[in-house]
């Protein structure tokens, strides 16, 4: 095995994508590190590196009841403001967030899982 850093995931434990995710890559032997943002959230460091390559609004999940129920569709809100309501309540994350070293996806994204695993 490659002396690679294992990829990381964050998520929630009850979370299908999430679960879709861990075994996407566990079918596949692929060593993961699994980080439940429930408990406790993530670093703020962490999310503001998903943020910078994603973009914040790429990180909230608009399908969500707690969007919804937070009224966040309303509000214009500069990236840094997302990123502090989602520090704040981590069920308006889009889930999972994975991290390959300096790479980074979120949400259900094989193509680039697949890639990861080629090199």
């Known amino acids: 095995m490659s002396a ?6 964050f998520g929630r434990t009850d ?3 999430t679960q879709h995710c861990l075994r996407f ?3 596949r032997r692929v060593a993961v590190s699994f980080v439940d943002v429930a ?3 993530p670093a703020s460091a962490e ?3 998903f943020s910078q390559r994603l973009g914040a609004r790429a990180l909230l999940d608009e399908e969500r009841r707690a969007y919804r129920d937070s009224g966040l569709g309303y509000l214009r809100m500069s990236d840094e403001e997302v990123v502090e ?3 704040g309540d981590p069920r308006l ?18 193509a680039t899982w697949r890639r990861w695993q080629m090199r």
């Open 39 to 41: 408990r406790p959230p």
């Open 15 to 17: 979370s299908p994508a």
């Open 85 to 87: 309501r989602l520090l």
């Open 25 to 27: 890559f566990k079918e």
């Open 4 to 9: 690679s850093p294992p990829i990381q995931v």
């Open 93 to 110: 994350l889009r889930l999972p967030l994975v991290r390959n070293g300096a790479e980074v996806t979120v949400g259900r994204d094989e």
């Open 47 to 49: 999310l503001r590196r």
